[in-house]
C-alpha cells in the first residue's frame, strides 16, 4: 500500500521532507503547499497557495506541516475536519504551550494520530547509544553531555545565508535548536525531575539567545548537560552532520559521538576505544534522520510499532522548554 501524502510548506528545510517521501517506496506525494505558489510549483508537485486550495481536489492521507508555529493549529484543525488519516507538524509544535494542548486533544478526538516531527532521536548515533543502554554495554548511565557547535553565528551576517529569521526570534538557542536534545536526553534517559538554566546572547546583532547551559537532573541521580554556543564550532568537516559532540558516561564504559557520526565505546580504566558505529556519507539532513522519521510514522501507521513523538507526549517537551526559559529568567532550578 502507497500511503498518499501532501506538504504544506515549501522553505529551506521543507526540501529535506520532499526528499525522503519521495525515496520512500510506500509513500506517494501528491500535492505541495505554500503561499508563495512558485515555491509550492517549484517542488515538481501540483502546488497550492492555500491548505483550503488543495482540499478542494485532493485529500490526502497524510498531512506533512513544515511551516512556522503560528500556522500550526489552524493547519491541523482543518486535516482534522477533512478526515485526513495522520498528521505530521514540524516542531516547535503550535505558537503556545496552551495551543498545542487543545490541538492535540482535538486530534485525539477525532481519533487521527498527530505527531511531531521531531527528528533527532531518529539520527543513527542517538540509536547507537540507545541499544548500547538497552544492551547493558555501558553499565548504569551516570552523565551524559552534548556541547552544540555550529559556528555560524558569528556577525552581522549570522544566519543570512540560511535562515535569516534566526536574527530576529527572541527565543533562538532553546526553542529552535536545544529543544532537538531535550527530546533526545529524554530518549536516552528518560523524563528528567529538574531543570536549571544560564542562557545568554553572544552575538548582538540578534534578538535571542545564542550560547547558555541547561542542566537536567533524573530521579536516578543521572545529569545531562546541554552546552550550547552558535558562535563557536567543533573538529569535524561538516558542522551540521552532527552539530557537536557527546559523552554518555556510564558506570561500566563511555560512549563518544563524534563530528563525523562516528560513535565509540570506551572501557572504564581503558585507554583505547571500539567504535560501535562508523562514519558514513549519508543522504538527506544529518544522519538522513528525516527520511528514518517518516519511514518509522509510515511502520506505525501499518501497526508494525508504536508512534514516537505521538502530541500527547511531546506536550512534555514543550513544558520542559517553557521551564528552561522560566528558569534562565528566575535564575534557579525548577521541578518537573
Not at 501532501?6 to 517521501?21: E, K, L, P, S, T
Not at 498528521?87 to 486533544?105: D, G, W, Y
Request: charged letters at 25%; a negative charge; glycine letters at 8%.
Amino acid at each position: 500500500m502507497s500511503y498518499r501524502v501532501a506538504c504544506v510548506g515549501a522553505g529551506y528545510f521543507a526540501r529535506f521532507h520532499y526528499d525522503a517521501w519521495e525515496r520512500l517506496d510506500d509513500a506517494t506525494l501528491v500535492g505541495a503547499v505554500d503561499r508563495d505558489l512558485d515555491k509550492a510549483t517549484a517542488t515538481g508537485l501540483p502546488g497550492f497557495a492555500t491548505l483550503d486550495d488543495l482540499f478542494a481536489v485532493e485529500v490526502p492521507e497524510i498531512l506533512d506541516i513544515i511551516t512556522p508555529p503560528k500556522t500550526h493549529a489552524a493547519a491541523i484543525r482543518l486535516a482534522i475536519s477533512k478526515g485526513v488519516r495522520a498528521i505530521i507538524c514540524q516542531k516547535p509544535f503550535c505558537s503556545s504551550l496552551e495551543e498545542a494542548h487543545a490541538v492535540t486533544a482535538e486530534a485525539e478526538a477525532a481519533q487521527i494520530p498527530l505527531i511531531i516531527h521531531e527528528n533527532f532521536r531518529f539520527q543513527p548515533w542517538y540509536r547507537a547509544m540507545r541499544a548500547a543502554i538497552e544492551d547493558g554495554a555501558i553499565g548504569d548511565p551516570r552523565q551524559l553531555t552534548f556541547r552544540f557547535r555550529t559556528g555560524d553565528g558569528r556577525g552581522p551576517e549570522a544566519y543570512l545565508d540560511r535562515q535569516p529569521y534566526f536574527q530576529r526570534m527572541r527565543r533562538l538557542l532553546v526553542q529552535e535548536t536545544a529543544v532537538h536534545w531535550i527530546d533526545t536526553f529524554r530518549y536516552l534517559l528518560g523524563p528528567a525531575t529538574g531543570v536549571y538554566a544560564d542562557l545568554r546572547r553572544e552575538n548582538p546583532v540578534i534578538a535571542g539567545e545564542d550560547a547558555g547551559y541547561i542542566l537536567f537532573d533524573y530521579a536516578s541521580g543521572a545529569r545531562a548537560l546541554f552546552d550550547g554556543n552558535r558562535l563557536l564550532d567543533h573538529a569535524t568537516e561538516n558542522p551540521r552532520l552532527t552539530f557537536g559532540e557527546a559523552l554518555l558516561e556510564g558506570t561500566d564504559a563511555t560512549l563518544s559521538l563524534w563530528g563525523n557520526g562516528s560513535v565509540t565505546r570506551r572501557v572504564f580504566g581503558a585507554t583505547d576505544e571500539t567504535e560501535i558505529l562508523a562514519a558514513r556519507t549519508y543522504p538527506g539532513f544529518a544522519g538522513d534522520c528525516v527520511f528514518a522519521l517518516n519511514a518509522h510514522v509510515l511502520a506505525a501507521l501499518r501497526g508494525e510499532q508504536p508512534f514516537e513523538n505521538a502530541a500527547r507526549d511531546y506536550l512534555e517537551v514543550r513544558r520542559m522548554e517553557e521551564a528552561v526559559y522560566t528558569s534562565a529568567a528566575e535564575q534557579r532550578r525548577l521541578p518537573l
